[in-house]
């Protein structure tokens, strides 16, 4: 079985996500810059992509190793496929905001302070409560392109990677049979 801590199919479906994030991002942000202010749509759009990729990467990862694959290594390769896409987004993200489009986190906060009126609004809220929360979104969009915000997202994106390959990992792994020994698999690979 391989042991490796680094492991090929995990960093190569890691790429994968982080690719295809820059994809989705890239085409939303040409074809149609509002969708980034639709909070449900983008957000399962947001959540589909490293899904499949996790999926996906663990069910081959699995393969690789015979069809087997114990929790603790079905959680290793899952968390490289998250850390490893998700620090291909955030480079991304820091040369798109800061060599790119230097104005995008203007245009969002305009596109994302709109959509969150038109919601507040459609549910009654008062007045008050509005201005409230619109100075929150101003307040996160003023520290948005900061060195702090960045670590912050990149903190959040371990644990959330860690729990998210905690969840997935119950699903991929199997366990080899009790009488299993790990060279029948490194006897048919040879």
């Known amino acids: 079985m391989n042991t490796s801590i680094i492991k090929k199919i995990p960093v190569w479906y890691g790429i ?22 639709k909070f449900i749509l983008w957000g399962a759009i947001s959540l589909a992509i490293p899904l ?27 968390f490289i496929i998250g850390i490893v896409g998700y620090l291909i987004n955030l480079t991304y993200t820091i040369v798109f905001t800061n060599v790119i489009d230097k104005q995008f986190n203007t245009r969002l906060e305009e596109v994302v302070t709109q959509s969150t009126a038109n919601w507040l609004e459609k ?3 008062d007045q008050e409560k509005i ?20 670590i912050k ?11 998210i390959s905690a969840i997935i990992a119950l699903i991929i792994k199997r366990n ?12 048919e690979e040879n």
């Open 123 to 125: 549910y009654k809220m």
């Open 153 to 163: 997202q990149l903190l959040w994106a371990i644990v959330v990677s860690a729990i």
């Open 176 to 187: 080899p049979p009790e009488n299993f020994m790990e060279t029948d698999i490194s006897k």
């Open 52 to 78: 499949v990729f996790y999926i996906a990467g663990g069910i081959a990862e699995r393969k690789q190793n015979g069809g087997f694959l114990k929790y603790k290594q079905a959680f290793i390769a899952l």
């Open 16 to 37: 994968y996500y982080g690719i295809t994030s820059i994809a989705v991002f890239t085409i939303v942000y040409l074809v149609n810059f509002e969708l980034f202010g």
């Open 131 to 150: 201005d409230m929360q619109m100075e929150k979104i101003h307040e996160q969009f003023a520290n948005a392109n900061t060195t702090g915000a960045y």
